[in-house]
């Protein structure tokens, strides 16, 4: 999902809210029983889960982009890990957006529109996390293996990608602008064990 379409259907969604805040809103208040549990201690416990899952994949997925640049060529792939750092510390600071937004909501929502503004922020962060979630897993699809195989004779590895549209079709146009010839080092091979009488 590109960041246009993200922002667009958060924007849809922070529009929908408000209109709904204004017009109707008994709709999203806390008179709707699910939405005033859900924007508790339970819309918390969701960020945090979704937290968890999400900052694992981030830093998994930066150190396959770090090892591939090291391998291959410095700072190929600057630009996708800076997106994977901005992914991972917007979750923190929504979780910090929704921790006080449960601190404020007792505070401050005490007419129907303002708790529906309250509830709709809160759904709107929840979207937020969800599609910062999915970003990072469609790339964490799209980082694949790359499989190197050393011809003997000619010591030039001949790099092929695991599968179209991985991390490795990047590698291949990076070697084919003539910028990558070959890796930095050849992998280590262990000796075979031999048994001694």
């Known amino acids: 999902m590109s960041n246009t379409l993200g922002y667009f259907l958060l924007g849809i969604a922070a529009l929908a809210g408000v209109i709904i805040s204004l017009c109707d809103p008994i709709l999203i208040s806390d008179r709707n029983t699910f939405l005033k549990g859900f924007v508790d201690a339970d819309l918390l416990n969701i960020l945090g889960v979704i937290f968890a899952i999400t900052a694992a994949s981030a830093s998994n997925i930066h150190l396959e982009l770090r090892r591939l640049e090291a391998m291959y060529q410095p700072d190929a792939f600057l630009r996708t890990r800076r997106e994977v750092k901005r992914g991972a510390f917007a979750l923190v600071y929504l979780f910090v957006a929704a921790a006080a ?12 529109c303002s708790q529906a503004l309250f509830n709709s922020a809160a759904i709107l962060i929840l979207l937020w996390n969800v599609l910062v979630l999915v970003g990072l897993l469609e790339l ?32 291949s146009k990076i070697r084919s602008a003539g910028t990558l010839l070959k890796p930095k080092a050849k992998p280590v091979t262990r000796a075979p064990n031999v048994r001694q009488k």
């Open 101 to 112: 937004l449960m601190l404020l909501k007792p505070i401050f929502a005490d007419g129907l």
């Open 140 to 171: 964490s699809f799209k980082v694949g293996p790359i499989i190197i195989d050393y011809d003997d004779a000619a010591d030039e590895p001949s790099i092929s990608p695991a599968s179209k549209g991985s991390a490795g079709t990047s590698v």
